[in-house]
């Protein structure tokens, strides 16, 4: 089962998430495919995550892009699963702690308030460091225009990474590493 996690204030819509899932579905794979949508406040989003989990019995890859990254790498930690990491945010609760106030999604056009309280919900789920690289593959591009790549190829040191020169935090041409996914 491939479980896809979407970054902040995306959604399912999303433009990996959906090529994923129809990639998924041109190989006969759609019922190992799932991508829930994610509630704004982490502490929910985990807890939908696992209730999700819970329903699927067999082997998991977590793929998580941005936001979605640093949840597959808690719910890896803590269930010992496989995760991809696509951009990830490492240490959520400092990165974003410029995006508190109004926030709006982009696919349903929600709008909501990011708080303190959300931050504090991110530090209580943030991993220190990595137990076991073998668990993990990094996908970054240098051009990330949110994240500093640098911070996750030092995070997730040990684990299988790509990183491609230039590209954007959206991840330009993730089609290409379908195969590599699945794979792993």
Known sequence: MIVYLHGFNSSPASGKARQLG?????????????????????????????????RHKGPITLVGSSLGGFYATHLAEKHGCKAVLVNPAVHAHILMRGALGTQTNWHSGEKWQFTAAHLAELAALDVPAITRPERYLLLVQSGDEVIDYRDAVAYYAGARQIIEDGGDHGFSGFERHFQTILDF
């Open 22 to 54: 129809e990639h998924m579905a041109a190989i006969g794979r759609t019922a190992d495919y799932y991508c829930p949508a994610l509630p704004n406040s982490p502490r929910e989003a985990i807890a939908h995550i696992e209730a999700g989990l819970a």
